[in-house]
Structure formats: structure tokens, C-alpha cells
């Protein structure tokens, strides 16, 4: 069974930083090539695909509107996603989902106000 818990999320101010983790079991990284992404819900119905790593070539993808500000990784030996947000914005402000192969996560939420 799959099961991906999130945490690190929290109220910050505008141009602070958070680091969110992803949990994950139940899925092997060395198991084929797959995404491991970060998507994000700001309202109903509207999730939005922030950033993805490859599990095998280590690739990653980020939206247009995270570049050069956020970061995801990985920790193969702890089974951890990972997204370093710098420099966040009001407009960052959302529930962040982990999903991979089918699965979501229960969200954390981020918060960016003064």
C-alpha cells in the first residue's frame, strides 16, 4: 500500500523560506523511471503540477511560475521527497499535495502573508 505524508508546512512571510517533505512507502525509487512531483491546490478544483524528479535519471521539471525559487529533491536512503521554496510569494499560497504512481498525499498547507 502506498501512503505519502507531507509535513514543513506553515505561515511565512513574504521573501521567507520552507522546506516541505514527502514521506513515502510502499513504492520503490529503483523501480523503473517515474515522477515524483509536488502539485499544489490554491482553490477548488485547480491542482497545479509545481515540480517533478525523476526517480532513476534524476531529472526534474518545475512550473514557469516556480523557477529559480524552488528546489525538489530527493533522499533515496530515507525514502523523502523533498521542496526547498525560497523566496515565496503571496501568491504561493496553497495546500501542497505530494503524488506519485496513482497516490496522493494528504497535504500540507503554505501560507505567505505579512
Known amino acids: 500500500q502506498v501512503q505519502l505524508v507531507e509535513s514543513g508546512g506553515g505561515l511565512v512571510q513574504p521573501g521567507g523560506s520552507l522546506r516541505l517533505s514527502c514521506a513515502v512507502s510502499?513504492?520503490?525509487?529503483?523501480?523503473?523511471?517515474?515522477?515524483l512531483n509536488w502539485y499544489r491546490e490554491a482553490s477548488l478544483n485547480e491542482r497545479e503540477l509545481v515540480a517533478t524528479?525523476?526517480?532513476?535519471?534524476?531529472?526534474?521539471k518545475y512550473a514557469d511560475s516556480v523557477k529559480g525559487r524552488f528546489t525538489i529533491s530527493r533522499d533515496d536512503a530515507e525514502k523523502t521527497l523533498y521542496l526547498q521554496m525560497n523566496d515565496l510569494k503571496t501568491e504561493d499560497t496553497a495546500m501542497y499535495y505530494c503524488?506519485?504512481?496513482?497516490?496522493w498525499g494528504q497535504g500540507t498547507q503554505v501560507t505567505v502573508s505579512s
Open positions: 510502499g513504492l520503490s525509487f529503483s523501480d523503473g523511471n517515474y515522477g
Open positions: 524528479i525523476y526517480t532513476r535519471s534524476g531529472g526534474t
Open positions: 503524488y506519485a504512481r496513482g497516490s
